[in-house]
């Protein structure tokens, strides 16, 4: 076990559970293989789990969550964050896999200037890019994608190193854990989809930019729930039209 007191300037990752058992398992596994300084991960079992977790079985310390009822992604990871005590937190999805440790190199972006969230690329499992990092959403936009299949994508000049996007997906977000705490966190009115656009919306209006880095990639067993299923879909609607209204088209960039 790690004491608290070792923990101050390494990493917190929270992981929700959503009876992702088996992608969780390995997941715990490929992180425990990482040369980073990851000191402490808490996984929420959003819904009953039967997954029993052996925090023997790992070099950093685990915390785990078991909420009575569901609770909104933005809440989760809102609930984790009070037991981080780390110099760094990340969200981080269950159903990602490692392809190498990306965490140093996403820590070095954190400490360029005004860095407020820093991401990897994000691939299939066929290595094909996704678009996990787009411009902020907008009706044109939205009806340009279900109409045309457009992808709202973000180009950048191929010699940098880096993206810098309008927003990155919630699926891993790095940040210091002072940035997370003087954004507010998660705005938790959001139940589902549309909190890490208001994150990284916020985080720009803090003048802290978001950042891709393109060396540094993961894998995503992506679900696409709100492709395939009507209430996910409203959901996802449903958060769109509060982010308009929140926000009214005002974006910072």
Request: glycine share 4%; aromatic share 12%.
């Amino acid at each position: 076990m790690i004491s608290d007191a070792s923990l101050e300037n390494q990493l917190t990752l929270s992981i929700v559970n959503h009876g992702h058992c088996k992608m969780l398992s390995k997941l715990l596994l490929q992180i425990n293989n990482l040369e980073s300084s990851i000191a402490h991960v808490i996984i929420t079992h959003n819904i009953q789990s039967a997954l029993i977790i052996d925090e023997n079985s790992f070099s950093f310390k685990t915390t785990v969550i078991v909420n009575k009822f569901p609770l909104g992604f933005g809440e989760n990871h809102n609930q984790a964050f009070k037991f981080c005590t780390t110099k760094y937190f990340c969200v981080l999805n269950p159903d990602v896999e490692f392809i190498n440790d990306p965490f140093n190199q996403l820590i070095n972006c954190l400490e360029l200037k005004d860095i407020g969230i820093a991401a990897p690329t994000v691939l299939d499992r066929d290595g094909v890019l996704q678009d996990s990092y787009r411009k902020f959403p907008t009706p044109l936009l939205i009806l340009k994608r279900a109409l045309f299949s457009k992808k709202e994508g973000f180009k950048s000049q191929s010699e940098l190193p880096f993206i810098y996007p309008d927003w990155v997906a919630g699926m891993f977000m790095l940040l210091k854990s002072s940035t997370f705490k003087n954004l507010g966190g998660f705005d938790e009115k959001y139940f589902l989809y549309c909190e890490d656009i208001d994150l990284c919306l916020r985080s720009w209006r803090a003048k802290n930019s978001i950042i891709v880095l393109k060396d540094a990639s993961i894998i995503h067993n992506a679900q696409r729930d709100s492709h395939t299923k009507p209430w996910y879909f409203w959901l996802h609607l449903k958060s769109l039209c509060r982010f308009f209204f929140k926000h009214l088209l005002r974006f910072p960039r």
